[in-house]
């Protein structure tokens, strides 16, 4: 890739380019990201200096190792790999785990969700992968916490701020910017693009398990597929 490759390329990218900013070093990572492909795909919003952050399992772990406790780590978990909103985190407690009847699944009980076809909240359980499962035990004894009290002992307002602060960690330890832009509401983003794109599930079971009522509430997560993606529906069709 020639420089005015680099330079047209980043002149696509929705945020402000470090090129254009005089700063050397982020320049010099932003364009070893653009040699590789290795960079966070951003979405611009209304909003300046908002963007809608479409991560990847990967990324998704570099949040992980950034999390300055058990709790927080939790709370990455929780939305990326179960769905939950900020809301519906602070919501749950120990006994909101439930198995299944053949004894090899997990469901979350989220006592109030939100209705999206009408607005209301309502409850519903969401699918809990067992690693998850297996590190909410964890917790619950680390902490000695009862069936009844919340596993995260926040408010809706202090897990927005405890995810800001671990993808400004993020941020900060991997030396990519693009880290601080990821909101809770990303890690619900991620949820579903995982199930919706890079897995293929049967959208009615995700709109089950996540909490949407409609396909047009969930489509605003189908972002396009990357390219990967696309050349493994191709050849799985024997369209190659």
Wanted: proline share 5%; net charge negative.
């Amino acid at each position: 890739m020639s420089s005015d490759d680099l330079f047209a390329k980043s002149s696509l990218n929705p945020r402000i380019c470090p090129l254009n900013r005089g700063d050397h070093a982020s320049t010099h990572a932003y364009l070893c990201k653009l040699v590789i492909g290795v960079y966070i795909r951003l979405e611009s919003t209304a909003k300046e200096d908002e963007f809608k952050v479409w991560l990847t399992d990967r990324e998704l772990e570099e949040l992980r190792r950034a999390a300055s406790s058990h709790r927080d780590d939790l709370i990455i978990q929780l939305g990326g790999y179960v769905g939950l909103r900020a809301f519906e985190i602070p919501q749950i407690c120990p006994k909101h785990v439930n198995r299944t009847n053949d004894g090899d699944h997990y469901r979350l009980r989220v006592p109030q969700g939100k209705d999206t076809a009408n607005g209301t909240g309502k409850p519903r359980d969401a699918y809990l992968p067992k690693d998850v499962e297996g590190d909410i035990h964890r917790y619950q004894n680390a902490n000695d916490l009862s069936r009844d009290e919340p596993l995260i002992d926040l408010s809706e307002r202090g897990v927005r701020a405890a995810v800001k602060r671990t993808a400004e960690r993020a941020a900060e330890e991997t030396g990519d910017d693009d880290f601080a832009y990821v909101s809770s509401h990303d890690l619900r983003r991620r949820f579903a693009q995982r199930l919706l794109v890079d897995k293929q599930v049967n959208p009615r079971v995700v709109m089950q398990v996540g909490g949407w009522d409609s396909f047009q509430a969930i489509e605003p997560y189908l972002n396009a597929p990357t390219p990967d993606v696309v050349n493994e529906a191709f050849e799985k069709a024997d369209l190659a």
